[in-house]
């Protein structure tokens, strides 16, 4: 059982920045490759960015490579979410998940949810 909770969203101006951070219980916290996720109103959770269990082969959205960069820290449990230059596109709820091993970009191959936490990015 892994659980995830997500902090560090708010309110930013164009072009601002924002790092996120997902906190996981467990101690198998390091077999779990971690995804983040975004949702805007009306819209459908998509893919954000994938970093697999070792820490290796991070994988991006076209819509968000040279500006985000995903990272873990096993020793802490956490996955974080570095946004750069953010742009108003950028609006949504941000999930972090947690999946068994494998790296995904498919929501529902994914086993554990965070609550979300809302990023605004303002014109």
């Known amino acids: 059982q892994v659980q995830l909770v997500e902090s560090g969203g708010g309110l930013v101006q164009a072009g601002g920045s924002l790092r996120l951070s997902c906190a996981a219980s467990g101690r198998t916290f390091s077999r779990y490759s971690m995804g983040w996720f975004r949702q805007a109103p009306g819209k459908e959770r998509e893919f954000v960015t994938a970093i697999a269990w070792s820490g290796g082969n991070p994988v991006y959205a076209d819509s968000v490579k040279e500006r985000f960069t995903i990272s873990r820290d096993n020793a802490k449990n956490t996955v974080y979410l570095q946004m750069n230059s953010l742009k108003p596109e950028d609006t949504a709820v941000y999930y972090c998940?947690?999946?068994?091993?494998?790296?995904?970009?498919?929501?529902?191959?994914?086993?554990?949810w965070g609550q979300g936490t809302q990023v605004t990015v303002s014109s």
């Open positions: 998940a947690a999946v068994y091993l494998r790296l995904s970009k498919d929501y529902h191959q994914y086993d554990y």
